[in-house]
T-cell receptor, first 115, second 120 residues
Framework: DTEVTQTPKHLVMGMTNKKSLKCEQH?????MYWYKQKAKKPPELMFV???????INESVPSRFSPECPNSSLLNLHLHALQPEDSALYLC??????????????FGQGTRLTVV | AQKITQTQPGMFVQEKEAVTLDCTYD???????LFWYKQPSSGEMIFLIY??????QNATEGRYSLNFQKARKSANLVISASQLGDSAMYFC?????????????????FGKGTLLTVNP
């Protein structure tokens, strides 16, 4: 069983909806990540939180808004998405964001469809 | 510039045989990490093996071994005694400093992946 839990597993939303993706880990990790993965493509990094602070934003559109309420939780708030945002959204965590500690544990992902 | 390259879009292997998945990388950094992940059709990314740039020994984890050739900048994954459950997408990834963060932030960049099919 994965130690990174993502909810929901599947989400269908309209372009005017507001929804949130949730991610939780209880491994004491201090770095958490959001990745976006389109079909048949590798994951692409969106955001990194290190010690509950946003440390990397890969120029993601503002319709995606990350939030890290505490060291165990990571949210991704979605608003006014486009159909091309449909993808698998993966959350991951690692001990910290350092070079030898980016062995990231991934959740099972949320399959998002924007209609 | 492509930092990590997997040249095999798909590979087939017979059950119980060994298979090598290729990965080459490009960086001028001296300190970096190389990872292999497995992604079944369910979507979860499963960590398989890690190799640090300063590690002199090739990494091994059970049936997985990493053939690290630093001078050639290659980090091939070898799966021994293939099983039907090994059928999945395999991603090679490199961990490098991100942007102009002065080395304080690192990110994983993934290759395009290799789809491995194990035949009975």
């Amino acid at each position: 069983d994965t130690e990174v839990t993502q909810t929901p597993k599947h989400l269908v939303m309209g372009m005017t909806n507001k929804k949130s993706l949730k991610c939780e880990q209880h491994m004491g990790h201090r770095a958490m990540y959001w990745y976006k993965q389109k079909a048949k493509k590798p994951p692409e990094l969106m955001f990194v939180y290190s010690y509950e602070k946003l440390s990397i934003n890969e120029s993601v559109p503002s319709r995606f808004s990350p939030e890290c309420p505490n060291s165990s939780l990571l949210n991704l708030h979605l608003h006014a998405l486009q159909p091309e945002d449909s993808a698998l959204y993966l959350c991951a965590s690692s001990q910290d964001g350092g070079p030898r500690n980016t062995e990231a544990f991934f959740g099972q992902g949320t399959r998002l469809t924007v209609v | 510039a492509q930092k990590i390259t997997q040249t095999q879009p798909g590979m087939f292997v017979q059950e119980k045989e060994a298979v090598t998945l290729d990965c080459t990388y490009d960086t001028s950094d001296q300190s970096y990490g190389l990872f292999w992940y497995k992604q079944p059709s369910s979507g979860e990314m499963i960590f398989l093996i890690y190799q640090g740039s300063y590690d002199e020994q090739n990494a091994t984890e059970g049936r997985y071994s990493l053939n690290f050739q630093k001078a050639r900048k290659s980090a091939n994954l070898v799966i021994s005694a293939s099983q039907l459950g090994d059928s999945a997408m395999y991603f090679c990834a490199i961990c490098l400093p991100w942007g102009n963060s002065g080395g304080s932030n690192y990110k994983l960049t993934f290759g395009k992946g290799t789809l491995l099919t194990v035949n009975p």
